[in-house]
């Protein structure tokens, strides 16, 4: 009887074994699968080889001469997609709008699926298109929005004419600005300064220590009760409760209508009264928690990426001063400026481009089975779309790994925004937020270069080399602002 047992038990084990490691049939090409990890340990070797995972995939892609990359990671099935016409195809197709329901991503969200990044299905639909009108009124010259940041500019200059004797890191102060803007659309004030100090560190180091496909905390979740600092639980842990607090404070401030003016969470409380169901407390913080996380560090990288190409090429800076010297002369830059200031525009897209600031977006989950370059991705897949190698493909790009402003300018001197640029994405889940990432990107730069000549800090050049961890960030720099006569 105890021999049967064995047995059985062993047959079992094998049998998991063999089907843990087994790739479903026209799965795409990828490297092999182990019992339990699958290819983690050696995107893992990859990855640290290469400084990211994003290169790690791409020299993967390429050992496999594919454009669709199939993958275990832990349990999880990945496919990394790259090539316009794939990235495009995930970008468009219903199938592929999902978001995975992993550890990771519910973790993000207080253990609960909700808000609108993390969710698909009638919940996103309704919260996306409720959070897009609202973004709506804001961005791309919105009188109030821009005026906002129009003010946040002059608190900048304030803080550069604070420190004017000692170089800055631009870190200290975009990172805030932006937190700022976003803050004020959602929540109609400020975030306390030593709240916000706390705030940016934790989504500094979050973002550090994750990738886009969760890292170890999603493949096991279980490694959070034997490595909870290393595995970057406590982290995550410590950043809900900072948001939560902050959030719960808005919240109660706003039921007691000691904040003046419209802002998101009223509008939101208002469809809380009208009792939609989906509308609760929960799902509001959520939702503020995602604008936040999605919103701030992505567009000052921007800016800051900006600023280090302008420390970098002297000549690009003194190019962009004389253009808004001519153009606007010492007025205050608003985005009705953009269609004056080509080379600026040209400038900026250029940024976007050179240092993706989401090379792989995502993750998206696989609605329903399906196919892609006669490949089959079974339902519940994650999907990686690899935009970061659309920006430098040589078929699509002259000299993708020079930094030319120049390309996005066609030959009749009008900016040129070609269909494979995607800087925000595209399709049903592009980013809501880009009129009012684009905003501040341009008014911010313009402001900078318009007031102030740029210097490098120490006589340190800044590295041109990012780090790409869930999005792409420059490594410390210092500069120093010297006011222009
Ligand atoms: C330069 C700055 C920004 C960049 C590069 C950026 C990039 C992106 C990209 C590529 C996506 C698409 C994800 C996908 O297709 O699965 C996305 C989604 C999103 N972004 Fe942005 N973003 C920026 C700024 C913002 C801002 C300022 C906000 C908020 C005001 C925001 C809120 C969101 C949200 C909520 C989503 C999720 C949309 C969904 O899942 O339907 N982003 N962003």
Partial sequence: MIVTVIALFVLTVIGYLINFVTKPRYFP???PWLPFVGSSTI?????SQHGSQWKAYSQLAKEYSTNVLGLKLGSELVVVVFGEKNVRHVFTEREFEGRPNSFFLRLRCFGKRMGITSVDGPLWQEHRQFTVKHLKNVGFGKTAMEMEIQKELLNIYDYLDRHRSETINPKD???KSVMNILWKYTAGERIKEERLNC??????ERSKAFSMAGGWLNQWPWIRFILPDLSGYTLIKKMNQQISDIIEETIVKHKNKEIEGSDFIYSFMEEMNKNNETFTEEQLKIVCLDILIAGSQTTSNVVEFALLLL???KDVQQKLYDEIEKTIGSNVPSWTDTNRLIYTMAFIFEVQRYYTIVPLV???RVLQETIIEDYTIPKNSTV???VGDVHFDPLLWDEPELFKPER???TDGKLKNPEHFYPFGMGRRRCPGDALAKSFIFIVVVGLVQKYRLEIGNGVLPSMEPVIGLISAARPFTASFIPRA
């Fill in 311 to 313: 420390l970098r090429y």
């Fill in 362 to 364: 995502g993750p998206r």
């Fill in 199 to 204: 705030l940016l560190d934790l989504l500094n």
């Fill in 173 to 175: 102060i975009l990172a």
């Fill in 408 to 410: 996005f300018i066609d």
């Fill in 384 to 386: 990686l779309p690899c």
């Fill in 43 to 47: 995107i893992q070797k990859l990855t």
């Fill in 29 to 31: 090409p990828g490297p």
